[in-house]
């Protein structure tokens, strides 16, 4: 069964409702990312943070899976087929897609400061004074800017053994995500889809360019490709 790896960003969860990831201010919701987003923002203001995504969490509980979502499910059903999303929602599992990888965390999942093997599921507001059972202050699960990226090497092999490589939703210009596609095999069929895609057509052999938001793009792909 050929392998398809499909790169998400936030284009495609924007069509459920879920803001992308910075503004064109540079601000995301109204804060400076490194506030939020970095672990010199946690350590400068704990609560800033924490009220933050939990204002995030109780956002993604209310919204759904889009088409773009649902599409890929139907991939499954004749591909072996790996998601490497930069989100940090849990819409493509929501939709049914089995086998996710989350480049940045996971929005549902907390984790420990004194042991980052120690994580929890959680859906509820996160507070000071929440701990694991070592007694450490829970986290966001959230890949901030300046931490490592856990799951980049894993990303790199799953890509590097595609045999098609979907792109949706994201500008290819947050890195290391970004630099994926330069491990996959030569001249494998790449699809891009997005509203203003960043890539050129002529940037890879038998690459596509689909200008399209995902809830339709995805299912042209799908639909070429299962037929």
């Known amino acids: 069964m050929k392998k398809i790896v499909v790169l998400t960003g936030a284009g495609i969860s924007a069509e459920s409702g879920i803001k992308t990831f910075r503004d064109d201010d540079g601000l995301w919701e109204g804060h400076d990312i490194m506030e939020v987003a970095s672990p010199i923002g946690w350590e400068h203001n ?7 995504y939990n204002k995030r969490r109780a956002q993604l509980l209310k919204v759904s899976p889009n ?7 139907l991939l499954g059903n004749s591909y072996d087929v790996t998601i490497i999303t930069q989100n ?14 989350h480049l ?7 984790r420990s400061t004194k042991n980052k093997t120690l994580i929890y599921n959680w859906k509820k507001e996160l507070i000071i004074g929440d701990h694991c059972e070592e007694n450490g202050q829970l986290r966001p699960h959230i890949v901030w800017f300046g931490e490592d990226v856990p799951m980049l090497n894993i ?12 792109i949706i939703g994201t500008s290819m210009q947050v890195y290391p995500a970004a630099s994926l596609v330069n491990f996959v095999k030569p001249s494998i069929p790449i699809y891009f889809i997005d509203p203003k895609p960043s890539i050129q057509k002529n940037a ?8 399209e938001k995902a809830s339709t793009g995805v299912k042209k792909v799908v639909s070429l490709l299962i037929d």
Do not use: C, Q, W
């Open 46 to 52: 704990k609560n800033l943070v924490l009220d933050f």
């Open 67 to 73: 088409e773009g979502h649902k599409a890929l499910v």
């Open 88 to 101: 940090v929602d849990d819409l493509h599992e929501r939709a049914g897609s089995k086998n996710v990888v």
């Open 104 to 110: 940045h965390g996971e929005l549902l999942k907390v």
């Open 155 to 166: 990303a790199i092999k799953i890509t590097s053994e595609a045999d098609i490589l979907i």
């Open 204 to 211: 890879f052999p038998n690459l596509t360019v689909i200008s």
